[in-house]
């Protein structure tokens, strides 16, 4: 096994690594670092779960298998870099991809029938949403701007729309009946096993056995009843439409991968009722699901004159939408994942409360967030802001965070126990000696699901927060709520290890709502905060406010402590920005900004020379520090437009920095030696290297695929500089 494991993904990152791995590669090389791949792409993961359909030439082993077993070992050295969280659409355009360059993997069975279909669903289910990170991650999460990014945003301040007072800029989420206000959960006395069944009329179902809890689990059950969501989701439509504002639904259908696409869905047919009424017999004929969205909806209804001439009736009477891209008609409902609301939400506050209508112009919007159980955040920065302006990010303090995700804590939706209800009734979690731990009784169509939080994460979770905050020495709050079943559980964790640590007097506990307004007016006055939540928050506040204080959640340093003592080094939040892969194709320029990467490239190198005594791995990390503060302190990140500098321009700058600090330091003399003639080769070939990146900008590129791009023709478009590869190699 290599030293550090540098993971292959999808879509931007994974082109910028096909530039900035080879000199990772050769930098490390030179301290006795070997540095590897492990491939968690969605393609990689649809081959490795399908090897009988492939021949021994496209054979791909299952490498998140494997990172599954290495990140619960003191070894585990992992760069994590973001992968696609995928829906269903995603899934079905990758196993085309792949079917259409020769791989025989199945198709995705919609509605499997035998026993085999049922096989091939399951399997194929297993990728959906948030497959990859509770596996890798086996240790909670610390999330920060590091100092150097942190300072680089005060001394160059990022646009902020205006925030008006009067704006019509609202949140909205229903008033009960939802997951938040049906919530129950329990903390287990001793070890055991359960199931959850849905018990009818007609007798019973199991709808999952042999689930297993430790001890001192804590275990949640709720549902949504679409019953209520239909009527606040109708109610939302006619209210957006009297206030003149934007209608946009806000969800998170690539983590919550079962109950968010059902939810949106929901809107998709509620927004056009009018033509589920007159025509549900012909869209089912059709094959429509509302879960895949109104842009499969138009695609399939394509040549019924009637069914369109009904839908555009049906949008011309609704209010307008706000837009994905207003200059291609895609809408907020076309599909599931292209509004991901821990982007789309900070978005739209940083732009002061402004979304894109289907007219190119800026307009204020309902924000449709129908669960209440995190909606009051955003309702709450949303007031902040009206009542004290926009956000200075030359002045603005920081909020770090503390996150409870070891172990699949918290994953709401992406585990296997989110159900649709197909018919009314009481479901039951039962545990093995018979107790009926959690009931509730169900409509048809309601949204049932359970998650839980083991005891030695969530014990982690707090010891974590009390390093950071003695690191830190600022105001620090647990962002629980007494009176939400789930956090009361988590209270009762947190406030002994607190007062047994002698440290409760550093700590505030404050429901969400509460510790967004305490956050906003610490970091207004130019303090920081540490925020210490649980899984699904943490997801939500690192965008939140490193987009309004950073203008990106990419650039985050984000360390998780693997419980067993290795680490994994994610390359901040951000996504895969398929934007950029689009920017790429068309115009040959990626703005994809690798910075994230190269923190998490410094952490991984310090970390090593910690853990196996490698002090040359060390002085290769402080470099790393050096190299990334000349980036920011040149102004060497990419550009936006074409012909401008872009990801492998600074990747360029990078190499240089790094080895430029590497050949001036004292510490280690064999590296100062072995890289002065590299710092040398590379800034005197500066303006043929530079020429060389520039003049491939402006025309179209093939990458032989998007979701499995050929190797040979990426590594042609990411290293177009034949100087800049004869020195890196």
Sequence with gaps: MSDIIYTKVDEAPELASASFL????????????????????LAGRVLATFPENLTKEQFQADDLAELGRLVKTPEANVIKLPNISASVPQLKAAIAELQANGFNVPDYPDAPTTDAEKDVQARYDGMKGSAVNPVLREGNSDRRAAKAVKSFAQNNPHRMGDWAADSKTKVSSMAGNDFFSNEVSATLAKETTAKIVLETASGETVLKEGLTYPAGTVVDATFMSAKALNAFLAEQIEETKAEGTLFSLHMKATMMKVSDPIIFGHAVKAFLAPVFEKHGAALADLGVN??????????RVEGNAAIKADIDACMASRPPMYMVDSDKGITNLHVSSDVIIDASMPALIRAGGKGWGPDGKEGDSNCVIPDNSYAPVYDETIKFFKENGKLNPATAGTVQNIGLMAQKAEEYGSHPT?????????VKMILDDGTVLHEHKVEANDIWRSASARKAPIEDWVNLAIDRQKAEGCEAIFWLDANRAHDAELIKYVTPILEAKGVADKFTIMAPREATRASFETITAGNNSIAITGNVLRDYLTDLFPILELATSAKMLSIVKLMNGGGLFETGAGGSAPKHVQQLVEENHLRWDSLGEFCALGESLQFLANAKGNEQARVLGQAVDTATQGILDHSRSPSRKVGEPDNRDSHYWFARYWAEALAAQSDDAALAAHFAPVAEALAGNEAAIL???????????????????????????????????????
């Design 22 to 41: 080879p000199i990772i590669q050769k930098f490390a090389a030179a301290a006795g670092v070997s540095v590897g791949t492990k491939d968690i792409s």
């Design 290 to 299: 509302p879960n895949a969205g109104l842009g499969d909806l138009l695609a």
């Design 418 to 426: 989110t159900f649709e209800m197909p018919e009314a009734g009481t």
């Design 691 to 729: 020429a060389e990146l520039a003049v491939v900008q402006g025309p179209a590129v093939e990458l032989g695929g998007y979701y499995k791009t050929d190797a040979a023709k990426t590594d042609a478009v990411m290293r177009p500089s034949k100087t800049f590869n004869s020195i890196i190699g």
